[in-house]
Each structure stands twice: as C-alpha cells, then as structure tokens.
C-alpha cells in the first residue's frame, strides 16, 4: 500500500517537474503546427468574414506555383552546395588548428570568428564586399584588370554568392565540434597508425574519419537544417531577388505571410517545409545511427 | 648475432634530459625487457627505436643499418601498446590486416597471414567482433596479432601487461614469452614489473634517472645485484640494504674478523640481504617484529635492528606478536657488499670477508 502510494507520488512528482517545459513546447512547438496544418485546408480570409474551408485546393495551387517551384529548387541547389563544402571546410579547419602549428590559438579564434557574429551583420559585410566596383571583390578583380560584376544583381551569380558567404559563417561553428571530436581520439591510435605504415590520408581514410562520423553526421543534419531555416541574410541583401533567383522556401513563407499576407497559403508551404525536414530526421534516426560506430 | 644497435642515445626535452647516454644491444630472437620505475626513460627508449620521438643525440642500427631518423612504418618495426590501440570502428580482421592493407601486401598472402595469426593466438572465433566486444586478454591478442602479422624483424612491447588483472596477467606473460620463443621473434619488452621481467627476459636493462643501472640475464641481476638500487628493485620481497652499525657488524665479530676491515666496512659500505637469506637463528643479532604476514607457503616478517628496518621470509608459521624479540642471522656467504657513496658493488670487500 505505502510502496504504491510512494510510486504514484512519484509519477505525480515527475509531471510536475515537466509541466512548464511541456507548456512551452505545446504553446510554442506542437500547436503551431497543428494550427498551420489546419489552416492549410482554408483560404485566407477576407475582411472579419470566417476563414472558407477549401480542402486541398491551397495544395494544387501549390503545385502549379511555379514561384514555389523556383523557389524549392534554389533551396535544394543552396543545401546541396553549402552543406557538403561547409563540412569538408570545418574538417580541413580543425584538422589544421590540432596540429602543432605556429600561432595555433589565433588561427582557432580566426577561423571562429564569423560564427560569433550576427547573420545579420555578417550579411551587411558581405553586401559591402560584393559591391559592384566599389566591393572588395572588384577592387581585387579591376586591379588584376578584370571587369566589374554586379554580384547580387545579376539572377545568374546571385545564388552562387550567397552560398560562398554562408559556407564562410558557418564552417567555422561546425569546425569546432570536428576538433572536439579530433581531441577525443587517442593519439595512441595515431602512434599505431604510423607504427602499421598508414600514411596520413590512408589513416585520414580508414581511421579518423570513421571516428569522425558521429560528428559529420550531426553537423550535417544541423547544416541542411540551418539552410532551410536561416533566411536573415537574404532580407538585408536580396529581398529574395532579382526575379526570385535567389529566394529560399522559409523566406517565400515569410513574403507570403507578411507582404501578401496571404497566411493561409504560407501555412500550406510551411507544411512542405515541415515534412521535409521530417524526412530529414527520420533518416538521421532511423537508418544513418545505425550504420554509424559510436564509441 | 646482435639484431639492433643502440649507441650513445640521449634525449632532451628543453632542457630537462630525460635520457642520458644509453648504450645497449639485442640478439636476434631474444627478448630484451627496459626495467625501471616509472619516469626511468624506458617508455621513452622504446619509443625512440620505434620512431615516435626524434633522439636528440646517438643512433640506432638494426641489421647493420642506420634506421635513427627513420620514419616508423619504414623501419620494420611493431608494436604493442599499453592501451592496445586497436582501432575501435573495425572487426578484429581489418584490425589485424591494417597495417598488412596500408602496405599493399597481396591480398592472397594477406589471408594466409591472418589465418596463422589467428590460428597461433586463438582468435578464430573472434575475427567479427569489435575491439568493444573483446574481453582485456582477447584484446591483448588482437594487438599481438597485428605484431605477428606483418612478421616484423623487432616486436616491441610497451607495458602490455599492465591493464589487465593479476590471474590474467600471469598466463599472457607465459603465452607471450612461448609465443616469442616459439616464433623467434626479437622482442623489446617495457615493464615495471620485476616480476615480468625476471620470468620472461634473456636480457634485462634495469634504468633509473635515464641511465642504465644494470644489463644482464634475470640470474645476474638477482645473484649479483651492480649496485644497491639494482639489489633493492629486483626480488620480491626486495633485497635489505643496511648500514653496518656496530649490532649488525656484531654478527661478524664470531667470525674473528680483522678490525680494520670491520671499521672499513661500516664507515664506507651497505650491505644488502634478500629476505630469503635470513633465517631465526639462535646466536644471531637481537630483532624486534613489527609486523608478521603469514602467506601459507611462507611467512613474511618484518622486524627492526636498532632503527633499522629488515624483512626476512620463513618457511615456518611463527607463533608471535608484534613487538616480540627475535633474534636472526645470515650466512656470510649470502651478503652483498656495496659502496655507500657510489652505491656500486665493491666484491674486493666481500672476497675479504669470505676469507
């Protein structure tokens, strides 16, 4: 009787400790994603008329959008391109810097400096650098004689800018945890490696960068999850443009639901959005974790 | 035939000198075990001929060539590490064959290798498993198995005893020294341990401070100790080193010594005892027990001459308290002579009491 009384103040015990941490994810977390969910079945209402339920017709829109399309497309080219050279930076970074090098701790604090800076600072630098002719950029390629390039301006290099200024920003935080990970390893491991004749990219190859995989594989699920959520610096630089050549799915969201304020359309892409980074997790969980050795 | 060569080697770190002049050699299918307390400089030698660290002075020669800047994987060396540094992502096999796979050897030869390996050391059951699902001992073996494998012309061997436990311990001691005689491999063996190091060694170089205190076979090194530390780590329990104060000298007096002698010896010599050469004896020097450990086979007594501490072993139980009087003796015979300022032996004194 007293055993069960005990276990029954404890589960008692247990919910209050979570309650407030539960209230804020709920408030914040769960139900905003079944409110945008049950609002994607509705058309955006007009004046203090009740929302009309559409069913999936904010869905087949969706799919002729071709501003969607576009915009899903760059997101896809921007994570591809900036997730994979972000990491292999990161790696060569931290593989630089845990070495014995001159100036090891100023070369550690360069290299993380544009992680500790605001995105939003950092776009104001970058907008400063690809200035057409006045832009650090040019200045370098009219003195070499080049011709002066309208960076951000032109649909075709716009993407491709952007992508060169967040592997910048990011690298650097992802290199931290590859050298906390690179100080986990026994130097042992790396006594025997020399001692067995594997030179430096064979051990690279079969030795560090397996034990690495945990960490690439956690930077790699923050690094495609930042690049769908991380959008300050297109407000300061592009707005998107020109000709949506360089908006991103969380900033067309954005542009949908506060300049159109067309918020029930937003909530359908924000949908899309969430599935796919859904996908993104489970694929993490449920197959990666397992093929990956975990000390 | 001696296998490897090492001359005159020094090692500095800044200006600590952790190493200083080591000079010694290693016969071709013989194991050769660095003894010594820890920060003697015997990790750091056997790291010096695998070429984990640079000499900051002296040369090593295997096979009559000079391998002193030598990177490791050049110099046909293996290892063993403390810790075994197995690689913990792969299968015992891609353990073993590592380094076998780093050097293109052929992947036919690579299997036949493996297979003896495995066959030799009892890891043909394990070969799938993980570092992580090995016990301390398989482990070992593993380790022992990427030695073996590449048939390296020097095996050397970091404390590779030290991580598991007492039973353990004493089998791998015996499988390895078997394995070595069996295969004929030249090994280098780091220990501590004196025990280790007189069961398993043809060769042992006893340091202390970065110096060489003492080479030679376990036999040499327990009959005649070069110098009091030497006679003090090997045996256990160690070796008593005693001054000659006027009870013990006491003990020599029946023997109708020569009073110069006498006076000589306890103004410049210590004398050491193994605790196995000391006996109860009836018209021997007055003691008194601190402390008595009955072990079954023998008994373990510590007692005190004046303010001297002296262990001794009986075959016998001994009846009695802490505190009570014993009296002890040795045969002369069994004495070791050394210099108390140098700390060498001095057998010209020793001859002297003989007579």
């Avoid at chain 1, 951000?152 to 992508?163: E, K, Q, R």
């Avoid at chain 2, 023997?255 to 000589?264: F, H, P, T, Y």
């Amino acid at each position: 009787m007293i055993k069960h009384q005990a276990r029954y103040w404890n589960q008692v015990n247990g919910w209050l400790m979570i309650i407030p941490a539960v209230c804020m994810i709920g408030l914040f977390t769960h139900y905003p994603i079944f409110a945008t969910f049950f609002r994607s079945f509705f058309a955006t209402p007009i004046g203090t008329k009740p929302a009309p339920f559409v069913g999936l017709e904010n869905y087949s829109f969706l799919m002729e959008d071709e501003v969607f399309w576009k915009v899903l497309k760059n997101n896809l080219i921007y994570s591809f391109c900036t997730v994979p050279a972000s990491i292999a930076l990161a790696l060569i970074m931290a593989m630089t810097v845990n070495g014995k090098i001159k100036g090891r701790s100023w070369v550690r604090l360069s290299f993380f400096t544009p992680t500790v800076l605001p995105m939003i600072a950092v776009a104001n630098i970058w907008l400063f650098f690809y200035t057409p002719e006045y832009g650090l950029f040019d200045q370098i390629i009219i003195f070499f004689g080049g011709n002066s390039h309208n960076w951000l301006g032109n649909p075709d290099s716009v993407l491709g800018s952007l992508i060169v200024m967040v592997i910048w920003k990011e690298s650097g935080f992802f290199m931290i945890f590859y050298l906390a990970a690179l100080q986990q390893l026994s130097p042992e491991l790396q006594e025997a490696g020399k001692i067995e004749g594997s030179g430096r990219w064979n051990y690279f190859r079969r030795v560090e960068f397996p034990l690495l995989m945990p960490t690439t594989l956690f930077i790699s699920i923050n690094a495609v999850i930042n690049s769908f959520k991380l959008v300050d610096h297109l407000v300061i630089m592009t707005k998107g443009g020109p000709d949506n050549a360089s908006s991103l799915l969380l900033y067309y969201i954005y542009e949908n639901a506060f300049n159109f304020w067309d918020t029930h359309y937003a909530s359908t892409i924000t949908i899309v959005l969430v599935i796919i980074l859904a996908i993104i997790s489970l694929v993490k969980f449920a197959y990666l974790d397992k093929k990956i050795h975990y000390q | 035939m001696s296998k490897l060569f090492v001359k005159h080697l020094s090692k500095s770190w800044g200006d600590t000198e952790v190493l200083h002049d080591i000079s010694f050699n290693c016969k071709q299918g013989s194991l050769l075990v660095l003894l010594g307390p820890s920060g003697c400089g015997k990790s750091t030698t056997l790291r010096l001929i695998a070429g984990l660290e640079d000499p900051s002075q002296g040369s090593i020669m295997m096979d009559e060539k000079e391998i002193t800047h030598l990177v490791p994987g050049k110099r046909g060396i293996a290892m063993v590490f403390q810790n075994y540094a197995l690689f913990p992502h792969l299968s015992v096999v891609e353990n073993i064959l590592f380094g076998l796979k780093a050097r293109k050897i052929k992947k036919d030869e690579q299997q036949k290798r493996l297979k003896y390996a495995a066959s030799v050391l009892g890891l043909s059951d394990l070969l799938d498993r993980r570092p992580s699902q090995l016990s301390g001992g398989q482990r070992q073996r593993v380790a022992l198995g990427r030695a073996i494998v590449y048939q390296s012309s020097i095996c050397l061997m970091d404390e590779p005893l030290s991580n598991l436990d007492a039973k353990l311990r004493q089998e791998m001691r015996q499988e390895i020294r078997s394995l070595q005689q069996r295969l004929g491999i030249t090994m280098i063996y780091v220990t501590h341990d004196q025990t280790e190091a007189m069961t398993m060694a043809d060769q042992i170089i006893l340091m202390k401070d970065g110096e060489i205190e003492q080479i030679g076979t376990p036999e040499e090194l327990y009959k005649t100790p070069a110098t009091a530390y030497s006679g003090n780590f090997i045996g256990t329990p160690p070796m008593n080193i005693l001054r000659p104060d006027q009870k013990i000298l006491s003990a020599f007096e029946s023997r109708k010594m020569d009073q110069e002698l006498l006076s000589k010896i306890e103004k410049q010599c210590l004398i050491g005892v193994r605790p196995e050469h000391i006996q109860l004896d009836e018209t021997g020097i007055p003691a008194t027990i601190n402390t008595i450990e009955y072990l079954g086979s023998e008994t373990l007594i510590a007692c005190q001459i004046e303010n001297q501490p002296i262990l001794f072993t009986t075959p016998n139980k001994l009846n009695m308290a802490p505190g009570g009087a014993i009296k002890i003796g040795w045969g002369v015979k069994n004495l070791h002579v050394f210099d108390a300022k140098s700390g060498k032996r001095d057998d010209s004194v020793y001859h002297q009491l003989l007579n």
